[in-house]
């Protein structure tokens, strides 16, 4: 059923106060969107390593059947500056074939999950790359380049819940993409028209919140599992949620017991 005039409305509306909350955080940190050359990453920061179960779905694509084929990709490492400030200059991996007759070609950006990084998502943009995509991968904030220690990505959390000044979670990444997508629309080797967006677990919740603020993700594939807060409550399916981040809830508990840091 076609969706009614009615929705569509509703549904700009919608994405509109989105973004509008995105901007807010921001106002004093705008900038031009900028690009810095970088350097390929010869030790990934994994805030917990991932085991050999987790490693798998990233090796069970296959590619395309191309000769010499790591010898015809053409790699890019690059910096996007999306903000002013430390977390606003996004590390960015792009993978592509080696095209001699240059042509716009469909994308695909890919979000890695909690406490990876972008190198951990290599294997998938090989395998699409020899498929004839130009394949994307960033940093999420506070992952990989943009974290200086195992706990960098916790700590802002807690930062977040005690100040209020940042959305590490989710919401800062997606104004992140928003951002790549301005970039990947001036790409002359980019359709515009078929730029995709896939993640998992929180790059699956990335993906998702990107691709309703900004429709020039035209197909957004997120691979994650969906459950309401209040029905995981009611059934007591709440803990795998709890144990994703377990150091933040055990360092919020620590602060329920604070005078003046009550939950």
Request: aromatic share 14%; charged share 20%.
């Given at each position: 059923m076609a969706a009614s005039a009615t929705d569509a409305d509703a549904g700009a509306g919608l994405r509109s106060e989105f973004l509008q909350v995105l901007l807010s955080r921001r106002r004093d940190l705008l900038v031009p969107l900028t690009v810095e050359q970088g350097s390929p990453v010869k030790d990934p920061m994994y805030q917990?390593?991932?085991?050999?179960?987790?490693?798998?779905?990233?090796e069970s694509c296959p590619s395309k059947e191309v000769e010499n084929l790591r010898e015809k990709?053409?790699?890019?490492?690059?910096?996007l500056i999306t903000e002013l400030g430390e977390q606003g200059r996004v590390p960015v991996l792009l993978l592509k074939l080696d095209d001699p007759v240059p042509r716009r070609k469909p994308a695909i950006v890919f979000l890695h999950s909690s406490y990876k990084c972008k190198e951990w998502l290599r294997p998938l943009l090989e395998a699409y790359a020899s498929k004839g995509y130009v394949c994307v991968a960033i940093d999420s904030r506070y992952h990989g380049e943009r974290a200086s220690n195992e706990t960098t990505y916790i700590d802002a959390l807690k930062s977040a819940w005690r100040n209020g000044d940042t959305m590490p979670f989710v919401f800062d990444t997606v104004w992140d993409l928003v951002k790549l997508?301005?970039?990947l629309g001036e790409r002359e080797d980019v359709d515009p028209c078929r730029v995709g967006i896939t993640g998992e677990s929180l790059g699956g919740m990335h993906a998702w919140f990107a691709a309703f603020v900004d429709t020039r993700y035209s197909v957004v594939v997120p691979i994650i599992g969906v459950q309401g807060f209040r029905w995981a409550i009611d059934n007591n399916m709440w803990l795998a949620r709890v144990n994703s981040i377990r150091p933040l809830f055990e360092g919020l508990g620590k602060d329920s017991t604070r005078p003046g840091l009550a939950i």
């Open positions: 917990n390593p991932p085991s050999t179960m987790e490693a798998n779905p990233m990709l053409v790699e890019e490492n690059f910096y997508g301005d970039y």
